[in-house]
Every structure is written in C-alpha cells, then in structure tokens.
C-alpha cells in the first residue's frame, strides 16, 4: 500500500500466549492429516486392543458375564504390571505405523519447498518450530499409547477397589514414561530423516531399514556369539528393555541353553541381556544426535556452492 495514505495500523487483537505458539503447527497439521479416510480408518483401528483390553478388565468384576461365557477366573490374564506392559508394547506397534505414515513429509515438505523461512520471520524461533513439529507425532502418539492406558489403569482401580490402586499407583509412572519415551523416539527419528532426505517415500523406507535392519542383525549377532548382546542395535528391543525396567519386570537373564560338547559333557550358557543403563545410555545417544542433526538442518536460509 502506498505510504502517503496512512492507513496502516498496527494488529490490536488477542496475542497467543509465548508457551503456546508451536500448537498452532500441528493444529494445522491435523487438518490435513485426517482429511486421508485411509488414515482416519487404521487410527481408529488402533483402539482396538485397547477395546480388548477394556473387556478383559471388565470380565474380571463382572461375575455373571464370566458365568455365562463359562469362563474359569482363573484362566484370565491376571490384571498386573505384565498386563499393561503388554498392551504398552502392542500400542507401541501400531504407533510405529502412525508415525511411519504421518512423520516422514513433515519438516520434508518444508525444505523441498523453502517454507522456513515462511515460518522463522514469524515470532517462532527454531526450537519451537521442531517442538511443533515432533507435537504433531507426540500427540497423536500419546492418544492411542499411555493416555488410553492410563484411563484403564483408573477403570481397574475403579472397579478393584482403592487398595488396589494404592498398593499399583506406582505403574501411572511406568504408563506415563513408556508411552512418552516411544513417542519421544519416533518423533526424533522420523522428524531427523525428514530434514535429511526430502522425499517422503525415500524417508519411510530409511525409517523402515533403521528399525528392521538392527534387529535383525542383532538377532545374527546373537545366534552366533550366544550372548545378548545384539539386543543394543535393536531398537524394538532397547524400548522392550527400558519399559520392562520402568514396570519392574526386567530380568537380564533371558535364558539358559543347552547342548553336549564334543566329548559328550553337558555345556549350560547363560543368555544374558545388556544392563539396563546400557539401553538408557544408547537411546540418550540417539536422541542427542537427532537434535544435533535438526539443529544443524532447520535454519531460515541455506547457502549453496
């Protein structure tokens, strides 16, 4: 607008508060991600062993329910850590999946298109760019991991009793922190390969291979050298360590094998799983190397030789 017409004023509505302003990215995010029927039919499929496990909870209390099913009691999955630890791992499934779907175009789209810049000269600052963009992953995470699971958790105090959720109060912890370390992870990983690979099926299939090529060679290692050792690369099995610490059934004896040497003696090996501060100490590194990464990728212009 020309100058000399003076009809500029300045922006007097509401402010967003400071601590607030990175919502406004997955607030938008969301639009566009379940505008995908495909997408909004598998998330609500996730909620399905969370049905089951609801089910199971409720079969517990509901004696005539297991009297007309002819269901023995005590043939039920009792409800314990192991329990919520079990589903905390098949959630953590299908969270791998959503993220697989949902993470890779993120922060891709916006360097493939120079959007950075769009977004910086805005009062957002880098840190809270990243944080709105892992938000995108952590909250739809969240919602079909420990959120839920804490919600079952206050079912079965509920119908159990408050002894019962006095003597398990301890679990809200291991719900809340499995949940959010998953989460956590896969929004690192999934926003570090956005930012380095710039097309999304490239990014989904890295993403695949650092998760699966591990494992497996992880398993090789152990097969071969008998030792459990080859569980570090594997990030399945760091998540399934460090959650089985925070519930309490963590057990470095994995297993005992067996076999007759040459000479015919009987040979016992003892499977012994990595400590568990080893498995804390390799994710931490993971999660500082992401940072360093996104640090290093997400600025407001680029400099090409």
Known sequence: MAVYEQTYKRYAGALTPEWSRFLIIPRHAYRAVFNSKLFTAFFVVCFLPLLVEAILIYLHHNFSAIA???????ELIPIDAYFF????????GFAFFVALLVGPPLVARDLRNNALPLYLCRP???TEYVMGKMSVIMILLSLITWVPQLLLF??????EGFAWFRANVWMVSAIVLGGLIWALLLALLTQTISALVKWRVIASGILLGIFFIPTVFGA?????FRTRWGN???LAALIRNVTAGLFGTFDRLWDIERFRDFDG????????EPPLWASWLVLFLICAVCLAVLSW???AYEVVR
């Open 232 to 234: 570090i690369i594997s």
């Open 220 to 224: 090789f290692i152990n097969e071969v």
């Open 85 to 92: 630890q079990a589903f905390i791992w098949v959630q953590g």
């Open 265 to 272: 003696s009987l040979i016992e090996i003892q499977m012994i």
């Open 297 to 299: 990728k997400v600025k």
């Open 124 to 126: 957002l600052s880098r």
């Open 154 to 159: 206050l079912f079965q105090s509920y119908l």
């Open 68 to 74: 007309s099913m002819k269901i023995n009691v005590r």
